[in-house]
C-alpha cells in the first residue's frame, strides 16, 4: 500500500514523495481507518483528495488531507490502536476476503468471552509473539477487549484496543480463542502463558483476512472510524452484534 499511495502522490505533486504510516500489517489484514503523514514543501491549489482517489486503485481510499502544525508522527504519536476481527461460521461467498472462515458448529462463545476478560489483567504479551526477541520490550497495555455475535450466532467478532500490538499478536490470540471455543484449550491455560510468558508449544496464528486495523487515537485527534467500511460486516452494527 505505502508504495502504491507514495507513487501516486509523485505523480500527482510531480516530486518524489515518502510517507510515514501509522504502522504496519500483515499481507491481507484490511485497514479501515489509516493514517500517514508527509511532508510538503510547496502548497497545492487543487482537491488533492479527489486526484488521489481518481488514481489510486479501487481498494485504496483517501477520506480527508488534513494540514497538521509542528512535528507529527502517525506512527509514533499514536496513543491507541484497535483492531477488528471477524469470524463466519458458514461458507458465505460475499464474505470471501472480508471475514475468516471457520465451519465450526458449537464454539463455547461463553469460556472465549472469559479468555477474552483475560487479556486486561496483563500487560505484556511476549507468549503470544511470534519474535519476541527482536523487540526491547513485549509490554502492551490492553485496554479493552470484547468479544460478540450476530443474533443468529453465526458470525463472531472480537475487538481489541492497546497502546501497541506486537507482530502476530491479534492472529496468534485469535487462534487460541477458537482452541478454547473448541474445548482444546482451557481458560486457565490460556492465562497461564500470559503468567508465565512462556510461548505455547503449538502457534496457529488465525487466517489474515479477517482481520481489521479500525481505529488509531492520537492525543491531537480522534476521529470516529466510518462504520460502513464493510457494509456486509457492519450493516445495522446497533442491531446485528451483541457482546457475549
Not at 51 to 69: V, W, Y
Not at 126 to 132: D, H, I, L, N, V
Not at 139 to 154: E, K, M, Q, W
Request: charged content about 25%.
Amino acid at each position: 500500500m505505502q508504495e502504491t499511495i507514495e507513487s501516486a502522490l509523485s505523480k500527482i505533486l510531480k516530486v518524489p514523495m515518502e510517507i510515514n504510516g501509522c504502522g504496519r500489517t500483515d499481507a491481507q489484514v484490511n485497514a479501515s481507518q489509516f493514517f500517514f503523514h508527509l511532508d510538503v514543501e510547496e502548497a497545492w491549489d487543487y482537491d488533492l483528495r479527489f486526484r488521489l482517489n481518481k488514481t489510486l486503485p479501487p481498494d485504496i481510499a483517501i477520506f480527508d488531507i488534513l494540514p497538521m502544525e509542528g512535528l507529527p508522527h502517525a506512527r509514533f504519536d499514536a496513543t491507541h490502536r484497535t483492531y477488528d476481527y471477524f469470524i463466519h461460521t458458514y461458507k458465505d461467498p460475499f464474505l470471501f476476503g472480508l471475514s475468516s472462515f471457520y465451519p465450526e458448529d458449537n464454539l463455547d462463545l461463553e469460556q472465549m468471552r472469559q479468555a477474552v476478560k483475560v487479556l486486561t489483567k496483563y500487560d505484556d504479551y511476549r507468549a503470544f509473539c511470534r519474535t519476541p526477541n527482536k523487540y526491547e520490550h513485549t509490554i502492551c497495555r490492553v485496554s479493552d477487549a470484547s468479544l460478540y455475535t450476530n443474533t443468529r450466532g453465526d458470525k463472531i467478532r472480537f475487538q481489541i484496543t492497546s497502546n501497541r500490538f506486537l507482530t502476530g499478536m491479534i492472529r496468534i490470540i485469535v487462534g487460541k480463542l477458537l482452541d478454547i471455543g473448541r474445548g482444546k484449550l482451557s481458560v486457565e491455560e490460556f492465562e497461564h502463558y500470559l503468567n508465565t510468558k512462556q510461548t505455547p508449544a503449538t502457534i496457529i496464528p488465525a487466517y489474515p483476512q479477517g482481520l481489521y486495523l479500525s481505529k488509531v487515537t492520537y492525543p491531537y485527534l480522534n476521529l470516529p472510524p466510518r462504520p460502513e467500511f464493510s457494509a456486509v460486516l457492519q450493516n445495522n452494527i446497533a442491531n446485528s452484534w451483541i457482546e457475549v
